[in-house]
């Protein structure tokens, strides 16, 4: 089925052939006509199916059929508002926006921390019609008196809101949703389909059509999934062995603390493969250079927290790689499916030590199905851990000992997400697009 039978203006019809998209997705495909007609919806499906695509085509359409005056000067409130968890993903929204509305008269801006607010400030007193914001920064944003408000909105977009729940955000997009009009209409997606998320469901929409394509605990039927179970201290060798293979070309690898990215990025680029590195203690600078480097090529392995689980749209991603393997089902699923994306082939990789042998059951068990176990051909798997020094005197009495040191304290907080990053502000240049 063409794009051309979903009733969407010739316009965006000639902005979704330019970016090389002939036929919809199967979300889209059931989306987008629920949503022309004017219904609230829950939409589930896998990452890499079109989700984004989905809403910002109709919520185009919708705006385009009604838009101000050509010259128009006087500042108007936003009709659209889109949240996200994260700024990649907000920053990923904002460019389908602008890809999909190049030949529109609309004027849209994006909202986040660990940027300037300035440009966001301006954008928003000159007058958007659709908003992309994380809620951190829209709440800070909304708090100023007379700078954002939206009393003429009419589309509401929760995305990821599964995402927006395991990381917090239910608080702050209560106070969001408290400051709307009642009579809007609201959309909500999701990767997976919880009892929180129809708790909210049934919080936020008004009789809403549901779409769910595919199983709710499956990935995408073209990711091609396998775990290789060796010792820790081997992790980073057999990561290493496998990165020999030609095919895997782009390479997104997960690990599970911040500090464990930076080792792992340096311990790659000591071999000679070019590696960047995303988690939150990277600048935003640093992030979205990181990214543009691995969607052009510059780097060939991008080592990141969960932070990038989401929001991160790269096409052609070869590999996901778990080095650490996720303690969450959902976590797992929601990294492999940055691979097999838009009906691509993609493979993903778990390298499992002993001790994170219940987490793979445990995905196991909600995916409905056995990881192939697989070994890597002339790697050595026996190779023993290195020793490791006992700084203590060897025979130092212990009674005349006053202070013993204690043991080593563990990071017990793995990261799982960043709500939104004030204290960074480096320069924000394109806060306000319009749409050509």
Same mark, same amino acid.
């Given at each position: ?28 495909? *059931?989306?987008?006509?629920? &949503? ?101 920064? /829209? ?30 955000? /239910? ?48 990935? *995408? ?24 293979? !030609? ?64 929001? &991160? ?58 990881? *192939? ?33 204690? !043991? ?29």
């Amino acid at each position: 089925m063409p794009f051309q039978t979903l009733n969407l203006p010739q316009p965006i019809l000639e902005a979704v052939r330019l970016a090389g998209y002939t036929e919809p997705t199967p979300i889209q495909s *059931a989306a987008i006509p629920l &949503i022309l007609a004017g219904h609230d919806l829950v939409g589930v499906a896998q990452t890499g199916t079109g989700k984004t695509a989905a809403f910002v085509l109709p919520i185009l359409a919708r705006l385009s059929a009604e838009a101000r005056a050509p010259g128009t000067s006087a500042p108007w409130p936003p009709r659209a508002l889109i949240l996200a968890p994260t700024r990649e993903l907000a920053g990923q929204i904002a460019d389908n926006v602008r890809a999909y509305g190049r030949t529109l008269s609309l004027r849209a801006a994006t909202i986040y921390g660990g940027v300037s607010e300035r440009p966001q400030i301006d954008a928003l007193r000159k007058g958007v019609d659709l908003v992309v914001a994380t809620p951190g920064r /829209l709440l800070d944003l909304m708090g100023r008196p007379g700078l954002c408000h939206f009393s003429r909105l009419e589309f509401l977009v929760l995305d990821e809101a599964d995402r927006m729940l395991d990381m917090g955000f /239910l608080p702050d997009i209560r106070r969001i949703v408290k400051a709307l009009p009642a009579k809007r209409q609201t959309l909500l997606f999701s990767a997976t389909m919880s009892r929180e998320i129809e708790s909210v469901t049934r919080e936020f929409l008004r009789s809403p059509k549901s779409v769910e394509i595919g199983r709710r605990s499956n990935p *995408a039927a073209t990711v091609t999934q396998s775990v290789y179970e060796v010792a820790k201290h081997l992790k980073t060798g057999l990561l290493v062995h496998l990165l020999g293979r !030609p095919e895997m070309s782009t390479v997104l690898v997960f690990t599970r603390l911040k500090h464990g990215a930076d080792r792992l990025a340096r311990t790659l680029e000591g071999k000679g493969i070019q590696t960047a590195t995303i988690h939150s203690n990277r600048s935003q600078g640093q992030r979205q250079r990181a990214l543009r480097d691995f969607k052009d090529g510059s780097v060939r392995v991008l080592v990141a927290t969960d932070i990038a689980a989401r929001g &991160i749209d790269v096409d052609g991603v070869t590999h996901v790689v778990n080095y650490d393997f996720p303690l969450r089902a959902e976590d797992y699923i929601h990294r492999i499916g940055r691979t097999g994306r838009a009906g691509a082939a993609g493979e993903a990789v778990s390298l499992v030590s002993p001790d994170e042998r219940n987490y793979l059951r445990s995905v196991e068990r909600f995916t409905g199905r056995v990881l *192939a176990r697989k070994r890597a051909e002339s790697f050595n798997y026996t190779t023993p851990a290195p020793a490791v020094a006992d700084a203590r005197r060897p025979h130092a009495p212990a009674a005349r000992s006053h202070h013993q040191p204690g !043991p080593a304290r563990a990071d017990a907080s793995p990261h799982r997400g960043q709500r939104d990053f004030r204290p960074a502000r480096p320069s924000f240049r394109k806060a306000a697009v319009s749409a050509r």
